[in-house]
């Protein structure tokens, strides 16, 4: 039988986070333990609160790291039309949510106000609108002030629709996110120099 590889801090930290998403994701987060979350990991609870001194600490680990991802996983590019833009970015996340829903819920209802989440997810609320920004068809230094705002706006509005809708599936999902797009369109064209979707609203199967 080959030795047991000694992994690193960086490995072990990783296979926490891997573990502590896991169970966050299964479960409300009142009822994961970290003791549970060092069990399934295979280290015994020093070890954990060593990388991790409380739960509130391992679930920021955990949102930080998702965000991260997410933000990786959105491409913005001038190249594609805004519409399928939007449309990829809400799909990506939209699959996060569904896929984490408890996970989604603790950070926006049970840790609501609390400043570590909130800023985990303000930071990535303003990174998705800087790439916006950086894409869109803007007049002038006043209009992107004019819309930097209307999507700071818009990007709250599809965050609380979006948990809402976590707790109460009153759509589909198709619904949610073309009604996150729509709003987002009709929202920013008075004040761009173009119309960015011009064939949007569209009928029928997208």
Known sequence: MPPRQRLTAADRRARLLETGARLFAAQ???DVS????AGEAGVSRALLYRHFPSKHALFAAVYQ??????LAGTHL????SLVDQLIQGMDVHLDYFTANRHAVLAANR???????????MTNELDALRARLLAVLPLADAEARDAVSGVLKSWLVFVQVLCVDWLTHETCTRT???DIC???ALGALRPLLTEDPAPDWPRHGNH
């Open 28 to 30: 409300p987060y009142a």
């Open 34 to 37: 970290m003791e549970e979350v």
């Open 65 to 70: 790291q998702a965000a991260d991802q997410l």
């Open 77 to 80: 590019d001038p190249s594609r």
């Open 110 to 120: 049970v840790l609501a106000g609390d400043p570590v989440i909130q800023t985990i």
């Open 175 to 177: 619904q949610l996110r």
């Open 181 to 183: 797009v729509g709003a």
